[in-house]
Structures are given as C-alpha cells and as structure tokens.
C-alpha cells in the first residue's frame, strides 16, 4: 500500500527556532512536494523536487528551504521560524513521467510558532 | 496563469441531502482535472478524476463531469453521510511533473 509519512503530527516551536520537517514515501517516487495548507486558500506550493539533490521553488518558497540526500526523503527547513508560519503542512510523491497521476499525500504536520 | 474556483464553505446539509460543490478553472492548456478530499486530522486522499471533457470520475457515490465547454468539475452526491464530513478540494494538472493546481477548498458539514 502506498505510504507518505511524517516525521511530527504537531510541533510547537519558538520564534527564531530552526524547524525541520521530514517526510518519506516508501513508492520509489521521483517527485516529492512540500505543501502549506492555510484555511481559504487552499493548498500552496512551497517546494519541490525531481530528483535527488535536485529542488525547485514553488508558489511561496520565502522563509523555507528543503534537502533532498535520498529519493525516499525529503525535508522542509524553516531556517528561523516566524508566527506567519504557523500553519498546516503538506508533503506528497508523485511518479515523474507517467502522465497525469495522483500525487498521494501524508498525513500532515501542524506547526505553532509562538 | 492556471487556477481554481471553488465555492466557499461551509456547507451544511442533513443526512441524505443532496450535495453539490461547484468548481471552475482556468488553464492554458488542457488539464486533467481532480477532487481531493481530507478527513478531519489527515493528509489529503485522491475522491476521483477525469483526464479529458465529458470523462465522469466516480468513487464513494461522488461523481463529477469533465466540462469544457463551461471550464466546470462540479462535485455530487445524491445522498449524503456524516462520514462524508470534510473538506472537499478541486484540483488540475497540466504537466508529465504531476504539479497540482487547487482551488481554496470547501468544508462540508453533514449533520444526522
């Protein structure tokens, strides 16, 4: 069965606090996307890769950046977090070239910046 | 650029109504077109899709039509659950990269 995990459910962090977010998938898939999910405005991509060490911003990459060492994991750093980044996030995989699929989602971290 | 427009939420029904969440696009090209759906505390779970106009997705009694003439993939169900208690998102997809477009969700609320 397909499987996206995250490293935390919830986190509660300071301001100025360096955040790491860890996400894995167990399908072998190349794409991988970090998103933030904020209520009203949907899902917004912050990030993504196609590859291994390979990354590319998305729709609001400011304030984040991300590694991906292994094609199984990809991470989401918040370099000094700050209160506008309390919110739901969002990783997912995706195969790279078969047209069209689903990208299948893990559960979620919700993050509360004090 | 590429988006979505869905209705805003909530939306509450009774047990057994009949739903309908509208959802619009824009796209340059043309997309394939998705509704997500996210219990509450999960991650998002693909509900259905349609790769192409008039295609219908269907899963779970949710069905929705490919549109292209009205740019819609409007999301139904004849008989609403709680269980079907959500947020329910639309999404497209125009690229091999599988990136994903969504549209600001909408929570529906079905109360016995």
């Known amino acids: 069965d397909v499987k996206v995990t995250q490293s935390s459910r919830y986190l509660v962090k300071r301001t100025g606090e360096k955040v790491f977010l860890e996400c894995v998938q167990d399908?072998?898939?190349?794409?991988m996307f970090w998103y933030r999910q904020d209520p009203g405005l949907g899902l917004r991509l912050i990030y993504f890769s196609y590859d291994v060490k390979m990354k590319e911003k998305g729709d609001i990459p400011e304030g984040y950046s991300v590694s991906r060492e292994k094609k199984e994991r990809f991470s989401l750093i918040l370099e000094s977090a700050s209160t506008n980044q309390t919110s739901m996030y969002l990783c997912a995989s995706a195969v790279r070239w078969t047209g069209r699929k689903t990208q299948y989602f893990g559960p979620g971290t919700r993050l509360l910046v004090l | 650029g590429d988006s979505v427009t869905q209705m805003e939420g909530p939306v509450t029904l009774s047990e057994e109504a009949f739903l309908t969440i509208n959802c619009t696009y824009t796209a340059t090209g043309y997309p394939s077109l998705f509704w997500y759906v996210q219990y509450p505390g999960e991650g998002l779970q693909l509900l259905l899709k349609a790769t192409k106009a008039d295609d219908k997705g269907s899963n779970k009694g949710f069905e929705a039509t490919y549109r292209k003439e009205t740019t819609s993939f409007h999301l139904e169900k004849g008989s609403v659950q709680v269980s079907d208690s959500a947020v329910y998102f639309c999404?497209?997809?125009?690229?091999?990269?599988?990136?994903?477009?969504f549209g600001g969700g909408t929570r529906l609320m079905v109360k016995p």
């Open positions: 399908m072998d898939h190349e794409n």
């Open positions: 999404a497209l997809t125009l690229n091999a990269g599988n990136m994903l477009t």
